[in-house]
């Protein structure tokens, strides 16, 4: 049967257990009844055969596309041509969700969703604040920072998704992911994205918007881009052009202690 999970609000099927504990936070409710046709993709798990020498893959729908992970050279992810079914085979343990990730997404991009390297707070009465920039530079130790003296919440540190929904159209929605990189936050929530802080690195502190253009360069370089594909790399660029100016860009350089929190609610919060 499988589990549901919930991933930036599109119901994904997933047929192994195995994929299912990774994901568990984002698991719905084995109580809530799931209307399948509302179901975006469904992945499968397979093995692989040895013969002669020669890895043979098998997946039970039709293969369009087949991805392999350089961190697990004997997996391969194989998916139809719309990325609707996917079948992750003979994948390590510990790679299998981020095997999983490059289809899930490809299914998600569609639908005005973009995935983004950045750490995302969601601030009581206030909204989301996204922390981009190099890594290294402070993104999750922002993150703490507001938890820590404002009472923050830390969807997640490193890998975030970001969307535009019908319900919403001028405004950009931000979810906590099941994926993370070197920080162990991956909260299943979501918040209306207020403000894009770039970190950069600096002698002295400061706080300033951007530019259109200049907002455009310091995000797209965070965004995972589907350069296997070209129709979802335009695809990633439109849903780029239309949230951005929904959205304040801000750069900050600053200290990592609470002065940095100050700095930016005396700038930020207040345009943002």
């Known amino acids: 049967m499988g589990v549901y999970c919930l991933i930036a609000d599109q119901i994904v099927r997933i047929a192994d257990g195995r994929l299912g504990r990774l994901l568990f936070d984002f698991r719905i ?51 139809d041509e719309g990325y609707e079914h996917m079948t992750v085979c003979n994948p390590r343990e510990e790679n299998l969700a981020d095997t999983m990730l490059v289809g899930v997404y490809s299914c998600l ?55 535009l929904r019908p319900e919403a159209p001028e405004q950009v929605l931000a979810y906590g992911s099941p994926w993370t990189g070197s920080s162990p ?28 253009t200049e907002a455009m360069g310091a995000f797209v370089s965070r965004i995972y881009i589907p350069a296997w594909d070209g129709g979802l790399t335009q695809a990633v660029m439109d849903t780029i052009h239309t949230m951005l100016p929904l959205t304040p860009v801000f750069e900050m350089s600053c200290r990592p202690d609470v002065s940095a929190v100050e700095m930016l609610e005396r700038t930020v919060l207040d345009q943002a």
Request: proline letters at 4%; charged letters at 20%; glycine letters at 8%.
């Open 29 to 79: 409710s084995d109580e809530a009844v799931v209307d399948e046709k509302q179901v975006l993709c469904h992945v499968y798990v397979g093995e692989a055969a040895r013969i002669h020498g020669v890895r043979c893959f098998h997946a039970c729908h039709p293969v369009a596309h087949a991805f392999i992970n350089d961190l697990d050279p004997f997996g391969v992810l194989m998916t």
């Open 109 to 163: 991009i569609p639908h005005k969703t973009v995935f983004a390297h950045a750490a995302l707070i969601a601030l009581p009465d206030y909204g989301g604040i996204l922390f981009i920039g190099d890594s290294g530079v402070g993104k999750t130790t922002q993150a703490r920072l507001w938890a820590r003296h404002r009472g923050a919440s830390v969807l997640n540190g490193d890998k975030v998704f970001l969307a």
């Open 185 to 212: 936050y991956r909260v299943n929530g979501k918040v209306p994205l207020r403000a894009i802080v770039s970190l950069v690195r600096r002698d002295t502190c400061l706080v300033r918007r951007l530019s259109e």
